[in-house]
């Protein structure tokens, strides 16, 4: 496809449950971020990918959520032991660079903890 | 603490007339701001951005203003059409380590109708 895609597009899952969200980047596009929105909060920086570069993890709210980037291209978000505060739309965005200007957003994943 | 603010949840104005959404920052470092309109269950998409050296930049019917002494940005989008009924988010790049994480407001949900 031509844009960043994500799945599932929604999942819900019990409390204490660990969950994986994947991304796929834009083809060639070394540098991939995810962010969550929360119920009436803006979008929240998590960890940022680029290239072989150690991840910036500094967003992550906790060690219950861990990411990886696999050959520089699909990444997974990996919760465990999943809380009702976790709830929220997932999001990935992908650039061919290190940008400040994020031009490629998934679509999300909307998660809901029970 | 909020390095940038949207402090009207959301706005509603008829189709013709100016739609003005408003965004405050508390963060002097800031030196480039970016719109983003994001429709349901859609990923945000870029809009228009402004770099501090400016105090205007125009697209088509967006335009954006900045004043740095208060602060505080602003989008004009005029005139407003119903297919800009969309949340529109503001953002600023936290420049600083390997990273320009991108620094979002909570967003104004826009209206408008016929």
């Known amino acids: 496809g031509a844009g960043v895609s994500q799945s599932p597009s929604n999942k819900v899952t019990e409390k204490g449950k660990d969950v994986e969200l994947r991304c796929d980047p834009i083809s060639g596009h070394t540098a991939l971020y995810w962010y969550r929105q929360s119920l009436g909060q803006g979008l929240e920086f998590l960890i940022y990918?680029?290239?072989?570069?150690?991840?910036?993890k500094s967003g992550l709210p906790s060690d219950r959520f861990s990411a990886e980037r696999t050959g520089g291209s699909v990444s997974t978000l990996t919760i465990q032991r999943t809380q009702q505060e976790d709830s929220a739309v997932y999001l990935c965005?992908?650039?061919?660079?290190?940008?400040?200007?994020?031009?490629?957003f998934g679509p999300g994943t909307r998660l809901t903890v029970l | 603490d909020q390095q940038v603010k949207q402090n009207s949840p959301s706005l509603s104005v008829q189709e013709g007339r100016i739609s003005i959404l408003n965004c405050d920052y508390t963060?002097?470092?800031?030196?480039?701001f970016l719109w983003y309109k994001k429709y349901p269950a859609e990923g945000p998409t870029f809009l228009i951005s402004?770099?501090?050296?400016?105090d205007k930049n125009e697209d088509g019917r967006f335009t954006v203003f900045l004043n740095k002494s208060a602060k505080h940005l602003s989008l004009h989008i005029v005139p407003s059409q119903p297919g800009d009924s969309a949340v529109y988010f503001c953002?600023?790049?936290?420049?600083?380590?390997?990273?320009?994480?991108?620094?979002f407001g909570t967003g104004t949900r826009l209206q408008v109708f016929p």
């Open positions: 965005a992908s650039s061919f660079q290190r940008t400040s200007r994020i031009e490629f």
């Open positions: 963060n002097s470092m800031f030196d480039y």
């Open positions: 990918f680029q290239g072989n570069s150690a991840p910036d």
């Open positions: 402004i770099s501090s050296i400016k």
């Open positions: 953002a600023a790049p936290l420049q600083g380590g390997n990273t320009d994480k991108l620094i």
